[in-house]
């Protein structure tokens, strides 16, 4: 290996590529695995400089720039002029605890998210040692040869010595939003930037052909690290939910403004209540009665949402997506890898001679090819094409194969072992001297070898429609047309060969060389369904959800798969020719009684996404190519594909997934739709709660009562409480039953009909428990201090019995799994349990909050009335559900 110069910046789209060859010493087979390490270890990895995170001194400061958290410190400096430390002390405390709640929960937000750049990070090929291979971007040194092919992200800045109809996005750099098309002939020394063909730069994007090319520079190295233009790809933790809450907030704060001033002059002037008692009063009940906690509880669920997802495979990278995917109504998924398992197989051979039966299944060169109806000779020239016009590479490791490249270019090298053929000797028989690399406009791929014989062969494989068009005179089109129909009906692929001898000496192959060529026959391929996907949609069609198949297949093919995936009983399908035919509002009336879309284009993809938002549906949308993108941003759930998608498709999508299955989309709808149901069940318990005591105090000062609970036990409630039995909602598991409901609404209010009704049910309930246990205790002359202490536990243990009953909205919680409860709940009940035992009977407790130890009697009659609550509420559920009262409910 020649020893490398450093990698300094020589003008290398100047230089011829010989030269930039020798001078990073890259020979004909890459650059060996130790000289990689070696240069590795010399230049550091091909990473940019990433931003540090904030300090968490400035993420603790920022938990307190909130309308919420300003009004309880302004209550909180208030009580402490007014000479009550103590109150102001708790106010303080419940101020802190939330911010260390902020704290903690940005910290496992950012961990869910934490090294999703890793998790959907780009792969660059490269060759060493002599073999094409996969290896991390960030791996990538300067000499490295790297392949790249449309849909691929430039992982490093490259000088172009190989390059076969290359265009490149390079508007991150140039500005130019058309791409750039792209050569390996030098240019000018002083090109700008704009005008350097030769060079493919680091973070552009490939949109059409392939290139080879020698790694130049890397990490800050690169062009776009000169400059800084690092995009930061983690979002930030802001979505409408959040800002619909913080909105939410802001205007109850208001709210509770008004109405503290307004309670206020009435004790004042109404009650004569000494101004500073009455100031302490209601400053204590208006922090009482503010959720502040809820954004902070609000955004942990999400967090938990995304970290759930991650551990189906599906990786969240735009948080309203969380939110999004449990409306989701329709999901439009590719067929190939997504519902089928891309582990595609020659099943049948059909030349001109005969047909031929293939056995043994995936890429494992294990398996016969035998004549159907009498032994013939062997279909020599069509297995040659099939290795030769061929990019991929089977991979033997721990005893199983698998394909590095295109999963029908595996089936076809797997074929060609199971027929005897070496096809690394074939590949040295048989050099390449030009290819077609296989483009959408054509639907085929074309190889130019020299054979043994010295001749100019072109290699031809495509779509049968595209391969049969470059027949010659006297080809027998009926035939193959009819076979390639009845192998569809059955739900086989098809794949057509050609070839065709060019002039001695040929060296470029052109489209225009390929007419006339000698059609060497058919391939039929099976890619048998996932049955978990299979699984996955009958769930979606219980949950209400349609499932839309977007395949470039034939149709007969889809729907064959439709079928067996019982994506409906009778699927009806559409094909592009028919689509490309209609208008845009033809399209939309056809499209809800559509199961499939055959031979469809990125273009029709996005005209079925829109047709389907027309009608109200929310649209999960799968892809994985750059063409893809468009369609995936205009999906309101874009999903890309994880294991073959390209960096563009990731990085037009909300979703990734990891394994690319179906099944794994469903279990994010599945997700997404408890996320939304955990938030509604915190404001469901969090806004009643408080409504209560409110009410019970309120009431009292009106009647010119003594309090019921004074300033500082107001304070202890919602310090203990809005921490613990708040928190443990957004740990919910899925209800029973949660895919058997039809999708919300995409626009539904949280605080819907059912939620209000709910806050004035409970807030009604709490309030009469409360002053039934004051005026109880009262009439039978217990001391005020006791009944006070009575109150407070009281709303404590009825806030407990209600968790319970919340925790399940849409079925009964008077069950054991209901009442048993999760571990987060258990420990958040014994942790309030055994702060409330500790606020009753421990002397420190009752010299500060002036509470009285309970009897046995006493504390029996508590819980006995927190379980009647619990009991006429899930009589309300029942009787809700009974009478239809709510259709969110259904």
Known sequence: MLEAKIPEDRGWHALDPVTVAADLGAGSAGLSGSEAARRLERYGPNLLPRVKPPHPLMRFAAQFNNALIYFLLASAAAAFVLDHAIDAGVILAVVLINA???????????????????????????????HRQPVPAGSLVPGDTVLVEAGDRVPADLRIVRARALSIEEAALTGESVAADKQEEAVEPDAPLAERTSMAYSGTLVVRGQATGIVVATGASTQIGKIGALLQSVPRLVTPLLKQIDQFGTRLTLLILMGSAALFAFSVTARSYPWVDALIAVVALAVGAIPEGLPAVITITLAIGVQRMARRKAVIRKLPAVETLGATSVICSDKTGTLTRNAMTVTRLFTPEGEWLVSGSGYAPEGAIKAREHETARPGEILNCGALCNDARLHHEDGNWSVVGDPMEGALLALAGKAGLDTAELHADWTRLDEIPFDAAYRLMATLVRSPKGEAIAF??????????????????????????????????????????????????????????????????????????????GECRSAGIAVKMITGDHAATAVAIARQLEIEDEPRALTGAQIEAMSDEELRREVPEVAVFARASPEHKLRIVRALQSHGQIVAMTGDGVNDAPSLRQADVGTAMGASGTQAAREASEMVLLDDNFASIVAAVREGRTVYDNIRKVIAWTLPTNGGEIIAVVLAIILDLALPMTATQILWINLITSVTLGLVLAFEPSEPGIMERAPRAKDSPLLSGFILWRVGLVSLL??????????????????????????????????????????????????????????????????????????????????????????????????????VIFILLELEKLLVRRLGWFAELD
């Open 100 to 130: 260390f709640v902020g704290v903690i929960q940005e910290g496992k937000a950012e961990k869910a998210l934490a090294g999703m750049e890793n998790l959907v990070g780009e792969e660059a090929h490269v060759l060493r040692d002599g």
């Open 460 to 537: 031809v494989k495509g779509a049968p429609e595209a391969v049969l068009a470059l027949g010659a005179a006297g080809t027998d089109f009926e035939r193959w047309h009819g076979i390639t129909r009845q192998a569809a009906a059955q739900g086989e692929r098809i794949l057509g060969f050609a070839a065709i001898t060019l002039a001695p000496g040929t060296t470029r192959l052109r489209f225009e060389d390929l007419q006339g060529a000698r059609i060497l026959g058919l391939m039929a391929f099976v890619d048998p369904p996932r049955e978990e996907a299979r699984i996955a949609i």
């Open 766 to 867: 709490f309030a009469v428990a409360l002053l039934g246990v004051y005026f109880a205790a009262l009439n039978t002359g217990t001391d005020i201090a006791t009944t006070r202490t009575m109150v407070v536990n009281m709303l404590v243990i009825a806030e407990i019995f209600y968790l319970f009953n919340v925790r399940y909205m849409h079925v009964q919680s008077l069950s054991w799994h209901g009442i048993l409860g999760t571990r987060a709940v258990l420990v958040a009940v014994g942790t309030v349990a055994l702060a409330q035992v500790c606020f009753t009977y421990l002397p420190p407790f009752q010299a500060v909050f002036e509470t009285r130890p309970l009897s046995f009697t006493q504390g029996a009659t508590l819980i006995a009335i927190g379980a």
